[in-house]
Every structure is written in C-alpha cells, then in structure tokens.
C-alpha cells in the first residue's frame, strides 16, 4: 500500500498569522535572542562528525563523548517535539533531522503530538513533556491561543520552547523555525500568475479554513494574484485525505472548464495532482501546483501532471530546533535561540527528477545515511 494512503488521513496544518517582519518581539525573546546560529549548524556538524570518526555506526556513547568534549557536559539531554500530524509522511523528514541532530550530540528526543492536528491532543503532549522535566521542547503552534499558557509554563519550569513548522502571533516561545506562509501564498500567486497569462478561474483547494497558516497562504495568494484577471474559488477539501478526495474529485468534474486547480496543504496538493493526472486535464491545458513533495506529488510533479509543489524544507525543521535547544541549554541561555526562515522552494517537474532518483533522509524516502542514488 503506498505510503500516501496509509499516511493520508493525517493533515499537515502550518500555523502562521503574519509575516515575521509585522510580529513585535517580546521582551522575553529578546532576552534569549543574544546569537544567531548563521552557519553554525553545518559548523557543529562537521565538528562532531570528526570527533566520532565521520562514521555513520558512530554509538551513542562515542557520540556523547564527543559532545562532552566539545561542550564540556557529558549528560545526556532530553527534548520533546510535538507535531501536529505526527504521522504523516510529510514531517519524516522532521523525525529524520531531529534524529540526526541527537545522534551527532548524544541527547534523545521523544517524538508525540496528535496524528489528526487536535489541539486538546498536542495541549496534553506539552504538559506532560512540562511534568517529565524534559530539557526543551520544540513544538508546532497551530492554534492562535491555545498554546500559550502550556509554553509559559514550560518557560517559567526554565524549559525553553522552539516552535517550527508553525508559528501564531504573539505566544512566548523562544523562536521559530520553518517557512512564511504568507510570503509563500503570494510567491504562489505570482507563479500561477505566469501559467494563466490571460487570466481564467481557478479553484483553491483548503483542508480546514480557520487553520490560521492556511488562511495566511490564501491571503498571499489572493494577494500575488492581484490585478491578474484570474478569479478564485475558495473550496474547503476537509480534515483527511479520503474527505478530501471525494469533494476534491467531485468538484474538478462539476467544474470542466476551470483553468487550474490548486491547494495550499500538502495532503490536499497530491488528491489534486492524482484528479489531474486521472482526467487526463494537462493534456487539455489545466495547470494545478501546491505544497509539499509526497512520494504522489514528486510522481506526478515528474510527470507534468502537476506545474509545481513548494518546498518548505522540513528537514531543517526537525534538525535546527534540536541544535538550538541544546546549544541554548549547553551555554545556559547564553547563546539563541534564533529564528530561522527555511525558505520557500519551488519545485516543478525537471527539479523533481532530483527528489525521485536521490533518495535520503533529508526528504524521507530513504533510511540510510547519505543520498542513495538510483
């Protein structure tokens, strides 16, 4: 059974209600935020690896060693990171930076959250990191209220809060890593801008409006679009993939003469694609494009199926926090946390053949260390 269907009833929600340069900084985060870490992630890399001999089979104990000689502790720390769809194949390689990142440091990390984006589910995972006395906690926010007293009070138990993935206005957390969804909802709208010179209608597939990051690329879309002559039609697609196919299926029958169809959630872009690729629609001149790169989506990317998905470099989601959260406890708040913009990357179908026939951790189509190439 391929790993979309297995995967595809939990939702990749990314929360973020304004571009970093209209968010105030907190007094608390400007406290926390003495070093950025630009190029010091590859740096301690490169380190580490070194010291444990540049050797993927490197222990946990040799590893510690060599974490304990660099940063002079030798205890092994503990992180939680909470994940809004923890099941998902979209955040693999999440799970795969995260690890990564604890094996070249020697600390752990307990990977929890809820499979299905509920709020009440990733409240209690917070919590319960907060009573294990963890050693921090990096967390996606996907809600504009409900995270803000757990992370205070992992704050005020002196454990430090990274948010990645998704961001919301205003809670007290630390930093952010991950992507601008506002920015890339407009960067979008300027790319279908170029598919449909002429203008035309299009739809644009939403798994839950009110989730605040989707709302966000929909307003940088209808901002990117403006003056285009294109007109938009908002459809919400539902919380899971089976939903999704059927009103996504249905609706691009029920509409013959769109010019494009298009989705800003990664479950939602490879239910389009499929649709597309089923009607034989590019053939016919219909343009579809969205987000993240599932096995599905890289497929029908490669095959002209679909005009393009963005990249949002998940990797690096999993992978930063934990640096951060263990350099933050290594130097006892002396150095970052620091946010960090894992950027907004176009992928369309000559690129995608790099995805398909490099396998790797990076973008979870492989287990093994390094990039096998097929």
Not at 204 to 211: A, C, K
Not at 290 to 295: E, M, N, Q, S
Not at 305 to 311: G, K, M, Q, T
Not at 315 to 322: C, H, K, N, V
Request: glycine residues 12%; hydrophobic residues 40%; contains cysteine.
């Amino acid at each position: 059974m391929p790993q979309d269907d297995v995967l595809g009833d939990a939702i990749e929600r990314l929360e973020w209600t304004e571009d970093k340069t209209e968010r105030p900084t907190s007094e608390r985060t400007r406290i926390t935020r003495r070093t950025a870490l630009a190029g010091g992630a590859s740096g301690l890399a490169a380190t580490l690896l070194a010291a444990c001999g540049s050797t993927a089979e490197a222990t946990t104990t040799s590893t510690t060693s060599a974490a304990a000689a660099v940063f002079g502790s030798a205890n092994p720390l503990k992180f939680a990171v909470v994940n809004h769809a923890k099941l998902s194949g979209v955040y693999l390689p999440t799970q795969n930076g995260a690890a990564d990142a604890c094996r070249l440091l020697g600390c752990s990390f307990a990977w929890t959250g809820s499979a299905s984006a509920n709020v009440a589910e990733m409240v209690g995972a917070i919590n319960t990191a907060v009573a294990a006395k963890v050693d921090g906690i990096a967390t996606s926010l996907i809600d504009a209220t409900a995270f803000d007293g757990p992370v205070a009070a992992a704050l005020d138990a002196h454990i430090p809060v990274i948010s990645y993935s998704s961001d919301v206005h205003g809670n007290s957390r630390l930093a952010y890593v991950g992507s601008n969804p506002r920015l890339g909802g407009r960067e979008m709208g300027e790319r279908i801008k170029m598919l449909l010179p002429s203008g035309g209608t299009i739809a644009v597939f939403i798994g839950v409006p009110g989730v605040t990051s989707l709302d966000s690329r929909m307003a940088g879309l209808t901002e990117g679009l403006s003056g285009s002559g294109i007109t938009i039609e908002q459809v919400a697609s539902g919380p899971g993939q089976s939903q999704e196919s059927k009103i996504i299926d249905a609706f691009i029958t029920e509409h013959p003469h769109y010019h494009g169809f298009f989705a800003v959630d990664g479950a939602s872009t490879a239910v389009v694609a499929q649709a597309i690729q089923s009607g034989g629609l590019a053939a016919k001149g219909v343009v579809g494009g969205g987000y993240d790169l599932t096995a599905t989506t890289q497929q029908l990317l490669a095959s002209g199926d679909l005009e393009f998905a963005i990249d949002e470099q998940q990797y690096l989601q999993g992978f930063l926090p934990i640096l951060e959260l263990y350099l933050y406890r290594m130097s006892n708040g002396l150095v970052g946390p620091a946010d960090v913009d894992t950027g907004v990357r176009f992928v369309d179908k000559h690129a995608a053949n790099g995805y398909i026939d490099n396998k790797s951790r990076f973008e979870g189509s492989s287990s093994s260390p390094g990039v096998q190439t097929s």
